[in-house]
């Protein structure tokens, strides 16, 4: 299995809509030359005033909810019907958090050639405001991957410090929530937690027993994924920090974990760089 998850940052505050659908393209490409199963995407947006897509329109899209309205520039959306016109089967599920910036609709996503076999969300956040931006969620699918039903969620956290919606009790929350789950679950997004640093938010992870893939890779690079200051982070001081992660609930055989779209092969499509990992059965 191929993993891949990125915070694509897909609506910023002056949005270029030709440079917006380019990216959308290097990155439908991306999955297709590279064969990645499945992609948790997080900050995946849509204009809040944007038209509907018809339900005829949306044939791999497996919803949380009856009622989630998927918009034309939905990013995942636009991800996926590139796939479709390419002839990659697929499925495709997302849910929103939140307005960002006053236009958008800010969401969570996850692609998969595999089977879904169920689709849920859930708050992480105490908020369950639309008009707070603190207010976060994760969204996950039940796959079939060799005959096995495995779980993959994309999320994106709070910051250790926040004064309102600090990391541990979103935490806390998805531990209560995936507790009874058999399955081995697969957490991957943007965590808001610098690896570097001790006693915050990526050892509280490992600490819940959760296995870092970058961790036990038989082959990876300097896993950063924020090179410079983006929004939440700008002390300055934080250059170079590893904050998106796969993590897994149960050992698995990581045979590499590779920055992507970080400029070096891939262009530079968001303010973070994703990270693609290969799973040996």
Known sequence: MKALTMNIHSHSRKQEKEKYHRNIDLFAKYII????????????????????????LLGSFVSCYEDTVIKEDNCTFLISRKLEEMGVKHSFTWCCA???????????SVISRY????????????????????????????????????WVYSVHMGWWKDEDESFVPQMD?????LSEKKENIFLMGDFNSQADVRGEGYDYVKSLG????????????DGITVPGTIDGWEDGENVGMRIDYIWSRKKVHVVSSQVVFSGE??????????IKIEIKE
């Not at 969300?121 to 005959?147: A, C, P």
């Not at 092969?265 to 994703?274: M, Q, R, T, W, Y």
Request: proline share 3%; charged share 35%.
């Open 33 to 56: 030359e590279q064969e990645i199963d499945v992609i948790a995407i997080q900050e995946s947006s849509q204009t809040h005033t944007a038209p509907k897509v018809s339900k005829e």
């Open 98 to 108: 939140k307005l960002g910036y006053d236009q958008y609709d800010e969401g969570l």
């Open 115 to 150: 089977p879904v076999l169920e689709a849920e969300e859930f708050y992480i956040s105490s908020l369950q405001d639309f008009y707070n931006w603190k207010t976060r969620k994760m969204i996950g699918v039940k796959l079939l991957i060799e005959d096995e039903p495995v």
């Open 173 to 177: 929350r998805i531990q209560e929530i």
């Open 210 to 221: 959760w296995i870092d893939t970058y961790e036990i890779a038989e082959k990876r690079d």
């Open 265 to 274: 092969k891939e262009s530079v499509i968001s303010d973070h760089f994703g």
